[in-house]
């Protein structure tokens, strides 16, 4: 902040500019003073002038000269008086305090005559008093000088002695020199000292004044300022300590209690917020178990209805191994076998052990799809997760008589976990299935992968849906089938969401219905060892077993 703005300096600079105006009151005065000292010193002076004047007219009736020489002497030898002489109407000095101006002739233009002739040829018969009086420079410095005139009165034009006739009124002037410089520096020395004390007394007054506001004042407000600073950094443990009792003091008292409300308002957000976010992972903590339930639901849902057709793809191979079985069990009870019975057993015991493998797989596929276990994403090929997923869905589409399609270019790997991602296939391509009834029909799986990403989508050509089911589809409970659970989609699409990814649904009335699902590929750089793929259930190959 610029110096001119600060409150010190304003009221710094409204003390001086009283100061200077008191100041110059002061100088006023002072000066009034030495007028009116001029003043009193012509009127002493006149008084001492008129106190001569019969000295003066003794003098110029013919007294003695030798005791108006004595007289005016003394006179001239007060105190503050410098030197005296008497002038007749002529303007020529009869008697003087210094010898040496007796004789001199003054005329009209003299400082002395110009009072009283101003420019006429006869005397004024009463000067004016403020013309009576000049003021001089000399060699001995400033001096006023004070001029008397002496008047003709009925004494002096009555005496044997006296010349002048009764009409002349003037008969001549005293001047009286006083020195100025004696009463000047006494004058002088008063304003020095006057001029010392007030300068002291402003510099006190203005340190005094400065002390008081850097106290009362600049203390304060500098001790609020740093306060709103804090508080606007949110540090409200702010507590301004101001010892002025006056309004600074009451506006320091208010700002601590303004901060103590805030801290207090700030620690109830917080311990509202504290409680806010136990509630919130309480809550998150509910739903995340009654998420893993839901999954949990609809894999034993789609357990129970691959429970059907699992036993019956199970139960194909098994007829083929008992029958294999009883042929080597009658084979051998006949007797030894000759070496092309031996090679008829070993034909057969061959076929049982493929059979065998082929409940193995299918059995540990159910148990790998059905086994709880923490999703751990790693790299894999989406095509083998479509891959086993429609393995374990192999013998639904065979009894439905859904006619499958395949177009599954290799892909870039994807970041999944591999039992999620399969399930989430075998709950789509179940949905579709199921939406195509009994009367069967075309299931079309396609991919493609578009930059950074894979693509995959399963195309049914069922009855299709409306425009407001297609909007609820992925709502938990939602379902348009009898023995629905409706958590099927709902399971789908949170486990896309949590692999960073999404799926769309496309369906028209009498069209069919499309699920595309669209994940991030993994980068070309980052690559990992695809699974085993899984044993091909061939749909067509089961009646032929079964035949066997």
């Keep these: 902040m610029p110096f001119w703005r600060r409150l010190s300096t304003k009221l710094l600079a409204a003390v001086v500019l009283l100061a200077l105006l008191a100041l110059a009151a002061v100088v006023l005065a002072e000066r009034r003073f030495e007028r009116h000292l001029q003043d009193e010193i012509v009127r002493s002076t006149a008084l001492v002038g008129e106190a001569v004047t019969t000295v003066g007219q003794a003098a110029l009736l013919g007294a003695t000269e030798r005791h108006e020489y004595r007289t005016i002497g003394r006179l001239a030898a007060l105190e503050g008086v410098d030197r005296m002489r008497v002038l007749d109407p002529r303007g020529t000095v009869r008697y003087a305090s210094r010898p040496e101006e007796i004789g001199q002739t ?31 420079r000399g060699p001995s410095g400033r001096r006023l000088v004070v001029t008397t005139p002496v008047y003709n009165d009925r004494t002096c034009a009555t005496a044997e002695c006296h010349v002048h006739p009764p009409g002349r009124q003037v008969l001549g002037l005293l001047e009286t020199d006083v020195a100025l410089e004696p009463i000047l520096s006494g004058v002088a020395s008063f304003r020095r000292g006057f001029v010392s004390l007030l300068v002291i007394a402003i510099v006190a007054t203005s340190a005094l004044m400065y002390l008081f506001l850097r106290s009362e004042v600049l203390g304060p407000v500098a001790a609020l300022v740093e306060g709103t600073r804090r508080v606007a950094k949110d540090q409200l443990d702010v507590e301004v300590r101001v010892r002025s009792r006056g309004e600074l003091g009451n506006l320091a008292a208010s700002f601590n209690d303004m901060t103590r409300s805030l801290r207090r308002l700030e620690d109830e957000l917080n311990g509202l917020l504290a409680g806010l976010e136990e509630q919130v992972e309480a809550r998150t903590a509910d739903l995340r178990n009654a998420q893993e339930q839901l999954v949990r639901t609809e894999k034993l849902s789609s357990l129970g209805k691959l429970s059907a057709s699992i036993a019956h793809e199970i139960n194909n191979p098994l007829a083929g191994i008992l029958t294999f079985a009883k042929l080597v069990s009658r084979t051998l009870a006949e007797g030894p076998p000759d070496d092309a019975r031996r090679a008829v057993l070993q034909r057969n015991l061959g076929l049982v052990e493929r059979e065998a493998q082929r409940c193995s797989a299918i059995v540990r596929n159910l148990l790998d799809f059905a086994r709880e276990r923490p999703m751990a994403k790693k790299p894999v090929d989406p095509r083998a997760a479509v891959e086993e997923a429609l393995s374990l869905i192999a013998n639904q589409i065979a009894i439905q008589g859904v006619k499958l399609e395949r177009h599954l270019p290799p892909l870039p790997q994807v970041l999944a976990d591999f039992g ?13 299935c199921e939406a195509m009834g009994a009367k069967g029909g075309k299931l079309r799986i396609t991919a493609r992968a578009p930059e950074g990403a894979v693509e995959i989508a399963f195309q049914d050509d069922g009855p299709g849906m409306p425009p407001e089911r297609v909007s609820h589809i992925f709502d938990p409970f939602f379902t348009t089938k009898e023995k629905g659970t409706g958590l099927g989609l709902s399971v789908v699409y949170g486990i896309v969401q949590r692999h960073g990814g999404s799926i769309a649904v496309d369906s028209t009335e009498g069209e069919g219905t499309t699920f595309t699902f669209r994940l991030p ?7 990992a060892e695809p699974p085993a793929p899984p044993i091909p259930a061939d749909p067509a190959a089961a009646p032929a077993r079964a035949q066997g």
């Design 106 to 136: 003054r005329d009209k233009a003299h400082a002395s005559c110009v009072p009283c002739h101003a420019g006429h040829e006869l005397p004024l018969s009463r000067a004016p008093a403020e013309q009576r009086w000049r003021e001089e």
């Design 420 to 432: 999620q991602l399969r399930q989430a296939f075998v709950n789509v391509a179940m949905n579709a």
């Design 521 to 527: 590929a993994v980068p070309a750089e980052r690559t």
